[in-house]
C-alpha cells in the first residue's frame, strides 16, 4: 500500500515537473530573468568582442548575462503594426551589442553575423519559425526567429530569446529541432525555414510541416 502510495506521489512530481519546464506561449520573451552569474568575455565594443570571442559558446554566455527582451518593441514588429508601417530596421550586430537588448530577429541577427565573423566555417544560418497566430493587446504574433551553426555534423541552435544562453543540439536535422521546439512552446509549427538572411526578398522556401512529421 506504502509502495503504491510513493509511486502515486512520483507520477505526480514528474509531470508537475513537465509542466514547469512547460513555456509561458503567449510571448517570445525569456523564461527567466538575466543571469548575472554566468562567466562572459566582457568588450568594451562589437569591434572588441569580435576579436575575443571565438565561439558559439562565448557568444551564447554574453548574451545570457547581458540581453534583455523589449516587448514594446515586439509589438511594433508584429504582424499588424507591420501591416500599417513597414519602415522599421533591425538592429545591426553593433547596435544590439550597445543596446543589449530587442526581440527575437534582433537577437538572431546579432547571433548570426557574429559567428559569421568569428567562426564562418560553422555556417550560421537564420532559422524562422512560423507558429499558430496567437493575438496580443490586439497584435497578431506569428514569426519567430533563431539562429543556427553545424558542429561535427550535426546542427545546433541559439540567439533564442525565449532562453537566451541556451545552445540546443546537437540535432541530425533541423526537422528533429523543431518537433522538441513545438513541445517546448507549446504552440502549433505551422512552417519553418532556414535561411541567409531575415530580409524578404533573400527568403528560402518555408518547409510546410505534413502531418506525417509530426511524433
Not at 83 to 86: Q, R, T, V, W, Y
Given at each position: 500500500?506504502?509502495?503504491?502510495?510513493?509511486?502515486?506521489?512520483?507520477l505526480?512530481?514528474?509531470g508537475?515537473?513537465?509542466?514547469?519546464?512547460?513555456?509561458?506561449?503567449?510571448s517570445d520573451?525569456?523564461?527567466?530573468?538575466?543571469?548575472?552569474?554566468?562567466?562572459?568575455?566582457?568588450?568594451?565594443?562589437y569591434?572588441?568582442?569580435?576579436?575575443?570571442?571565438?565561439?558559439?559558446?562565448?557568444?551564447?554566455?554574453w548574451?545570457?548575462?547581458?540581453?534583455?527582451?523589449?516587448?514594446?518593441?515586439?509589438m511594433?514588429?508584429?504582424?499588424?503594426?507591420r501591416?500599417?508601417?513597414?519602415d522599421?530596421?533591425i538592429?545591426?550586430p553593433?547596435?544590439?551589442?550597445?543596446?543589449?537588448?530587442g526581440?527575437?530577429?534582433?537577437?538572431?541577427?546579432?547571433?548570426?553575423?557574429t559567428?559569421?565573423?568569428?567562426?564562418?566555417?560553422?555556417?550560421?544560418?537564420?532559422?524562422?519559425?512560423?507558429?499558430?497566430?496567437?493575438?496580443v493587446?490586439?497584435?497578431?504574433?506569428?514569426?519567430h526567429?533563431?539562429a543556427?551553426?553545424?558542429?561535427?555534423?550535426?546542427?545546433?541552435?541559439?540567439?533564442?530569446?525565449?532562453?537566451?544562453g541556451?545552445?540546443a543540439?546537437?540535432y541530425?536535422?533541423?526537422?528533429?529541432?523543431?518537433?522538441?521546439?513545438?513541445?517546448?512552446?507549446?504552440?502549433?509549427?505551422?512552417?519553418?525555414?532556414e535561411?541567409?538572411?531575415?530580409?524578404?526578398h533573400?527568403?528560402?522556401?518555408?518547409?510546410?510541416?505534413?502531418?506525417?512529421?509530426?511524433?
Open positions: 500500500m506504502f509502495k503504491g502510495f510513493v509511486f502515486f506521489i512520483l505526480f512530481l514528474a508537475f515537473a513537465g509542466v514547469l519546464h512547460a513555456a509561458e506561449p503567449s520573451a525569456p523564461e527567466y530573468a538575466r543571469d548575472s552569474t554566468v562567466l562572459f568575455k566582457a568588450a568594451d565594443s569591434e572588441h568582442a569580435l576579436q575575443i570571442w571565438k565561439t558559439p559558446e562565448d557568444i551564447s554566455a548574451i545570457a548575462h547581458n540581453f534583455s527582451y523589449n516587448m514594446a518593441r515586439a511594433r514588429l508584429s504582424e499588424t503594426q501591416a500599417i508601417n513597414n522599421f530596421s538592429y545591426t553593433s547596435e544590439f551589442f550597445t543596446a543589449k537588448g526581440v527575437c530577429v534582433d537577437l538572431s541577427r546579432f547571433g548570426v553575423e559567428l559569421r565573423s568569428i567562426d564562418p566555417q560553422s555556417d550560421p544560418k537564420y532559422l524562422m519559425i512560423e507558429f499558430a497566430p496567437m493575438h493587446a490586439w497584435n497578431t504574433l506569428r514569426l526567429w533563431l543556427s551553426f553545424k558542429r561535427d555534423g550535426r546542427t545546433c541552435f541559439f540567439a533564442d530569446s525565449k532562453r537566451p541556451h545552445i543540439g546537437p541530425k536535422d533541423t526537422a528533429e529541432f523543431i518537433r522538441d521546439y513545438e513541445q517546448y512552446r507549446g504552440r502549433r509549427i505551422l512552417a519553418f525555414r535561411a541567409e538572411s531575415y530580409q524578404k533573400q527568403r528560402a522556401r518555408a518547409l510546410k510541416l505534413q502531418a506525417s512529421d509530426k511524433p
